[in-house]
């Protein structure tokens, strides 16, 4: 199927490529040279959301998190590097960076293999095909669900570099990518849930679903409360330490609504995970749909307008219509939602830290300043969730703390 997948996505790109390179022409003419490593990364990434699912389905996700989260991260910023150093030329920078992914996607087949899970077979062709005639229907709407993602994901990255060109959207992905990092906590969660929920689908233990709704909420909105207020406590001094960082600054709002926007889809709780395990799994592709079209229009209409702050408004805008529209279809459906007093609480102490922060004394130095309010945000975020506790899991893992100091 990935073969097929991969095939389709190159006679379609071959169809529309001209269109597409269009849009870019004027702007960012030297997207059009890369075309060939944009085939070569489709049909890699292809690969690795394959064997990223396998794991999953063994409920293993520390691997490919680690993966993901840190390995290509790791060696993105290895090369990034060389190239500054002048050690390899733009050309070979990208070049490299298509192969880093092709290296994480064979580290994810060797250490499956050393774990002795790869097996092939061809079981399909022994399977009924009404089995195999629904299976193929559930794959071809989740494929679509998922293609709308991907271009949701991606659809403002690409029209700030047709609008406003490939420096300023420089910008905007670094100071996107620093919003991005509010919404780590919620990958390794939902993961995590993908496999659980499905089986409590299968079993009908409805109970056990609602439970991991309110707990997916309430811990994500805790620890990307956290991140954020990590991040943004953090901006001016990051931006001083980062090279042209004067240049840079001016993307600080949109980490802002960025981030705002993340930590409003992890409040949200598991709200996709549970659409796609139920039996209306068909209807994502509509929300799916609903999602991609709010995000290509604000876009349209707030880019021209407001720059890069309309690109991370259209997509604070959209992912709130998304999971608010998702929220409700549940409730609709399944007759429970994922918030609650603690909800409240949460968005409030938070607040609390936030300001304690911004109103204590600081230093001039931004490195020494970035570990004192970094130190400062682990102790009283700390302490208020200790105190007040919000959350029964999040308290577990810090009582330990707690005991140890007699807090």
Known sequence: MAF?????????????????????????????????????LAAVLVYISIFEAYYKTQLNVVIPTFMREFLLKFLSGLLALFYFLNFISFEWFLRYTVATYAISLLLLIVILMFKGKMKFNFSIFQLEKPFIKEMMKYMVFIMAGAVGSVIVLRVDQLMVTGYLGTGINAIYVIAFFMGTVIEIPKRSISQMSD????????????????KIY????????????????????????????????????????????????????????????IIISSKHYKSNIYFVLILATLTVVLNMLM????????????????????????????????????????????????????????????????????????????????LLMLFFKPSKEITKIIQPIRDKFNL
């Open 303 to 382: 880019i021209p307008v407001y720059g890069l702050v309309g690109a991370a408004l259209a997509t604070f805008v959209s992912l709130f219509l998304f999971n608010l529209i998702k929220m409700i279809y549940i409730y609709y459906k399944l007759q429970f939602q994922p918030f609650s007093i603690h909800t409240l609480s949460t968005l409030f102490l938070s607040a609390l830290c936030f300001f304690i922060l911004t109103i204590v004394p600081q230093f001039s130095n931004p490195i020494i300043n970035g570990a004192y309010l970094s130190m400062l945000t682990v102790i009283i975020f700390g």
């Open 195 to 210: 496999a659980i929920i499905a089986n409590a689908f299968e079993n009908e233990r409805l109970d056990e679903i609602k």
């Open 4 to 40: 097929f997948t991969i095939a389709l996505f190159i006679g379609l790109f071959q169809f529309f490529d001209q269109w597409v390179f269009g849009f870019f022409e004027k702007n960012a003419p030297e997207l059009i040279d890369q075309y060939w490593l944009i085939i070569i």
């Open 214 to 273: 309110k707990q997916s909420s309430i811990n994500q909105m805790i620890l990307g409360s956290f991140v954020f207020i990590l991040v943004v406590i953090n901006l001016d001094n990051i931006y001083a330490i980062m090279p042209k960082g004067d240049e840079y600054s001016s993307g600080k709002w949109v980490v802002i609504i960025i981030g705002l926007s993340k930590l409003l889809d992890m409040a949200f709780g598991v709200n996709s995970e």
